[in-house]
């Protein structure tokens, strides 16, 4: 199951546009040393001319850093490392738990085997991450070139990675702006994902994923100063979603099965727009629009 697994996640690379940047290993006999790389915005990330890995150009900001070593793509900011991972998630992916996440309560889909959802907001792809394990096909939005670098490099460990390797298998990242795309998905228009979904699905007569999952970014209210720094981080980057109108009707639009809309619990409702119902955590609301 695992090599079917990775055969078909191999196959979906092929066709999604994503940013991919391979490690470099030293000329050493130790097979874990790395040569750490630093990008700046002085110097572009080069790669000794090997065409196989070329020179990966950003828009790094001021004072900010990518850096790789062993434990992969970062960055990095008065000595503040932002990387995206998984490994923390693996817990709550246990078959006995993963299905009382309130994220994949809202997005469940009755009766249906093999879901599909769009993140369209997917910054590190920790949500998505539990959608693929909860059953899902995952496809993961991500406009911010810096950020689907950094995404894309823990989705790449994590199919190197036994343990994570056949949730990973089940998400591909597209590095495009989401609203365009699901655009050109209700209107039947060709883009990078139909084109992915063709692909992986090609017997399935309707293009149209089941569940849209928006999370756009909302003031971090958490006490801890490592969260803090982390969002500051984020928002070097990128900003909180500033066209959320946009954003909401191009999702319905789609007419997917649900639209899940990731909130603040006491915030307000995405462009004002009242839901089917809610799901309310600690912290967190998820609000659900359903459509027959």
């Known amino acids: 199951m695992l090599e079917a697994d990775n055969i078909r996640a191999d196959k979906k690379r092929e066709t999604a546009n994503t940013h991919h940047i391979n490690a470099r290993k030293k000329d050493s006999a130790s097979p874990t040393a790395f040569e750490k790389e630093v990008f700046t915005p002085d110097s572009a990330y080069q790669s000794n001319s090997n065409k196989e890995n070329p020179a990966c150009h950003f828009n790094v ?3 900010v850093t990518l850096q790789r070593n062993e434990k992969g793509l970062a960055l990095v900011k008065d000595g503040m490392e932002l990387r995206a991972d998984f ?14 996440e309130l994220l994949v309560r809202a997005a469940k889909i009755k009766g249906e085997q093999n879901p599909i959802a769009v993140d369209a907001t997917a910054g590190f792809g920790e949500d998505s991450f539990l959608l693929a394990a909860a059953g899902f096909t995952v ?6 070139p810096i950020i689907a670098a950094l995404l894309q490099d823990a989705l790449d460990r994590a199919t190197q990675t036994p343990e994570l390797a056949a949730i990973a298998n089940h998400m ?43 999370d756009p970014m909302f003031p971090e209210r958490t006490k801890s100063a490592a969260v803090k720094k ?5 928002h070097i980057l990128e900003n909180p979603c500033e066209n959320e109108e946009e954003l909401l009707s191009t999702a319905l639009n789609v007419r997917p099965r649900k639209v899940v809309i990731k909130r603040p619990v006491k915030g307000p409702f995405l462009a004002n727009a009242k839901p089917s119902y809610s799901l309310k955590g600690k912290a967190v609301r998820y609000d659900c629009f359903v459509f027959a």
């Open 61 to 63: 900001p001021k004072n």
């Open 87 to 100: 490994l923390s998630l693996l817990p709550r992916t246990d078959h006995n738990k993963i299905h009382r």
């Open 139 to 144: 496809y993961l939005f991500e406009h911010d």
């Open 172 to 214: 591909t990242l597209i590095e495009a702006n989401s609203i365009t795309e699901l655009a050109a998905l209700s209107s039947g228009s060709s883009s990078v994902l139909t084109e992915t979904m063709r692909n992986d699905f090609p017997d399935k007569e309707t293009l149209r994923p089941d569940v849209i999952y928006l």
């Open 230 to 234: 982390k969002f500051q981080l984020i």
